[in-house]
């Protein structure tokens, strides 16, 4: 297939391009290079320069003639959704919106889409089930629903197919050290518990840990970037138009602040320093994934169910690459 993938110098749409390209298929990526990296794309790729936001170029590379898309491309940063719920409105929402167009005028019917399991927001039990209700609790989640229900309208409108991944926590690096995480300002957890192993940070600041979990602190799944990688792989290899689905994408193994901190130092061998901060606003104390129904349907497992397994491949980019990508 031709597939054309948003996003894809960031770091799930990187490793998907290396995948996608493993199992044959032919890649246009198509970024603005706001928070990705030119390094981190494939050199088998095709490489456009471009915001989505501009829709005659968007629908101009499309025409070339694609099967499918990925759309990867989209604000991330869920505390800086809160503060400029606009900005997320515009890019995810009000930009996902050109994406679409441009689809239905230059007739690709067929989309993989990166959701989150902040659609979930605070569930009513875990681990979660695609069933459970879609309430998110900030701007971020609500951005990525919005596209779900954009989907599901257009599938019935004009035959658009579309894979919802409901990502949980995205981790690790390419099991070759190739290319890995690299977000400016950091602000996921395994990064930013490394740069501490890397001496670059003083100590990791644990947000909460009178949570009613094991041991107080947060937990959430962390399911390996090349598993994620696979996931799309298989969706869009499925998908045909019209069809909807949604899927969470995880390990289906909940993960505390503490485990990760403890994995970390045994993976790293440095003893890494903790702080103890308050409870941050809208953090739910536990969020895990029940991956059954994407297992069922496109016979996904993940191969990355060991912690420490995973945060090795992390670990071990980040010392091959102990300033990130150069660009
Ligand atoms: N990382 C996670 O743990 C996680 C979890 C759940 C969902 N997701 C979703 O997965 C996707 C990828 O996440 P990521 O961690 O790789 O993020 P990322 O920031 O590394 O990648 C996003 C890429 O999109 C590009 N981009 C952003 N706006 C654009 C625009 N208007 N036009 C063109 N390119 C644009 C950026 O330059 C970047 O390369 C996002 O949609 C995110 O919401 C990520």
Sequence with gaps: MRIFVTGGAGYVGSHCVRDLIKAGHEVTVFDNLSNGHRAAVDPRAAFVRGDLADGEL???????????????????????????????????????????????????????????????????????????????????????????????????????????????????????????????????????????????????????????????????????????????????EWLRPAQIAAFNVGTGRGRSVLEVIAAARTVTGHVIPTETGPRRAGDPPELYANPDRLMAALGWTPRFVNLEDTIRTAWDWMRRMPDGYRD
């Design 58 to 236: 968007v629908s101009r590379t499309l025409r070339s003639g694609f099967d499918a898309v990925m759309h990867f491309a989209a604000s991330i940063n869920v505390g800086e959704s809160v503060e400029q719920p606009l900005l997320y409105y515009r890019n995810n929402v009000a930009n996902g919106l050109i994406l679409l167009e441009s689809m239905r005028d230059t007739g690709v019917r067929k989309i993989v889409f990166s959701s989150t399991c902040a659609i979930y927001g605070v569930p009513p039990a875990q681990p979660i089930v695609e069933t459970m209700p879609a309430d998110p609790i900030n701007a971020y989640g609500r951005t990525k629903l919005a596209i779900e229900w954009m989907l599901r309208d257009c599938a019935a409108a004009w035959g658009l197919g579309s894979v919802s991944l409901r990502y949980f926590n995205a981790a690790g690096a390419s099991s070759d050290a190739a290319i890995g995480e690299d977000h400016r300002p950091e602000f996921h957890l395994i990064p930013l518990v490394l740069q501490v192993a890397q001496g670059r940070r003083a100590a990791i600041k644990v947000f909460g840990t009178d949570y009613e979990t094991h041991d107080g602190s947060c937990v959430r799944d962390y399911v390996h970037v090349e598993d994620l990688a696979a996931a799309h792989t298989r969706a869009v």
